[in-house]
């Protein structure tokens, strides 16, 4: 399969990590956008049914190995009344600051792209597609074929949706990442605050 326009996977809990893992599996280009920076506890009772394991099986997931710890009866209380039965499937309890690092790191495994501590402020449909804004300061790479620069995005209403501005001026705009020019050092020194003519088709990338 080709790898396309990266998928883009918003939240790296339990749902969030497995899809990305599963999209990096068959092939796809993915990038996933979780807002916590580092494992962090969930509100959350961490009982897996059977059912579930098996998910996290096909995931090479051992609850063992994240110190799960075998569930065997469930018991109901009203008022003083306590009932205690046998479960009637195979059942465990596993802390979900382990699990959801276990789903993430799977994901990483079979190629997903993690980026943590960024979180998408919005999302809206636009030109047949969705548009995610990120939050500002994040680091991008704007390329195309002839190069790349380094920048940090900053998220506006001022620029419309599918383009990028960049304010730069020549000085910043006319040196590749490659070390190579752009355009000739002649026809940037013409224009040395930058000009709106010279527009290009670019991509934007996260970069580390
Ligand atoms: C009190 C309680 C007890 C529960 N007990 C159980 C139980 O015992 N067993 C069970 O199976 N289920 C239980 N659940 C349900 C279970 O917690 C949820 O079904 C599960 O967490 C949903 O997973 P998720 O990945 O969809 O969402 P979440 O686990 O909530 O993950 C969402 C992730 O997205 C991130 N995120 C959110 N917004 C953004 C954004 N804009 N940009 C980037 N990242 C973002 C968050 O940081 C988070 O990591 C319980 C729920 C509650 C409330």
Redesign the pocket.
């Known amino acids: 399969m080709t790898r396309g326009a990266p998928a883009l996977v ?7 990590a497995a899809v990305a893992a599963h999209l990096a599996q068959a092939g796809h280009a993915v990038v996933l ?4 920076d580092g494992p962090h506890h ?7 049914s059977g059912e ?1 394991a098996l998910y996290l099986e096909d995931l090479g997931i051992e609850p063992a190995a994240l110190g799960a710890v075998r569930m065997r009866t469930v018991r109901l209380g009203a008022g003083r009344a306590v009932a205690t039965a046998p479960l009637p499937f195979p059942a465990f309890s596993v802390s979900r600051r382990r699990l ?1 690092e276990a789903l993430l790191a799977a994901a990483a495994e079979r190629g997903a792209e993690i980026r943590r501590g ?4 919005s999302l809206a449909p636009c030109d047949g597609g969705w548009r995610a804004d990120l939050d500002d300061g994040d680091a991008i790479r704007i390329f195309n074929d002839r190069g790349a620069m380094d920048a940090r995005a900053q998220v506006t209403d001022r620029v419309p949706a599918g383009v990028v501005w960049m304010r730069d001026g020549w000085a910043g705009i006319n040196t590749l990442t490659n070390g190579g020019r752009a355009v000739p050092e002649a026809a940037a020194k013409a224009f040395p605050g930058g000009q709106a003519a010279y527009e290009a088709r670019v991509e934007v990338a996260f970069s580390s």
Do not use: H, L, P, T
Not at 42 to 48: L, R, T
Not at 118 to 121: A, D, I, K, L, N
């Open positions: 918003i939240g790296g809990g339990i749902a969030g956008v979780e807002r916590s969930k509100v959350c009772g961490e009982f897996v579930a959801d960024r979180g998408v402020r």
